[in-house]
């Protein structure tokens, strides 16, 4: 009898995981159809975009992006910029998956500044006819540094090293 509720124990396990897996969740969440696109109890009219545009950060963001990447399909043609430490990135065709941090250090870096600029570039750039999807998740804050020109990434570190 133990054996049986060792396996139903797992089986309950691996549901409640797989529940909460980022690709599964933002798929939940995302559905798109010619006439629209629907994120949660949000709807946007297709008409009104010529492009979508994915940036973000954080530990789940390389799942989140392609979760979205699979609702959206060719629904319109997209671009993006998400900053993941290193280890999680995966090729996801239009959208850059940057190493921004060593995995398992949460602290800014040289490259979670570049990686910053580049999202913020990338923001900067868009129209009207642009819709901008943010995903953030856990770690995003370390790996989207942008400290302001009189605060230093040294100065930055060593208050989150502090914290």
């Known amino acids: 009898m133990s054996k049986h509720l060792r396996e139903d124990a797992i089986k309950i396990w691996n549901a409640a995981v797989d529940s909460v897996r980022a690709r599964n969740l933002v798929k939940r969440w995302v559905h798109c159809d010619k006439h629209q696109i629907t994120i949660g109890n949000n709807r946007y ?3 009104r975009f010529d492009r979508v545009i994915i940036v973000g950060a954080g530990k789940a963001c390389t799942a989140m992006a392609q979760g979205l990447l699979d609702q959206l399909g060719d ?8 900053n993941v430490p290193d280890g999680t990135q995966l090729a996801l065709g239009s959208v850059h998956a940057h190493a921004a941090r060593p995995a398992g250090i949460n602290e800014p870096t040289a490259a979670g ?3 910053t600029q580049q999202i913020l570039g990338l923001v900067q750039s868009a129209s009207p006819r642009d819709l901008c999807i ?3 998740s856990g770690g995003g804050s370390a790996l989207l540094p942008a400290p ?7 100065d930055k570190l060593q208050v989150t090293q502090l914290l």
């Open 75 to 82: 629904w319109r043609p997209s671009t993006g910029w998400i």
């Open 45 to 47: 009219d297709a008409s």
């Open 113 to 115: 500044v570049k990686g």
């Open 148 to 154: 302001c020109p009189s605060i230093t990434l040294q």
């Open 134 to 136: 943010v995903l953030i």
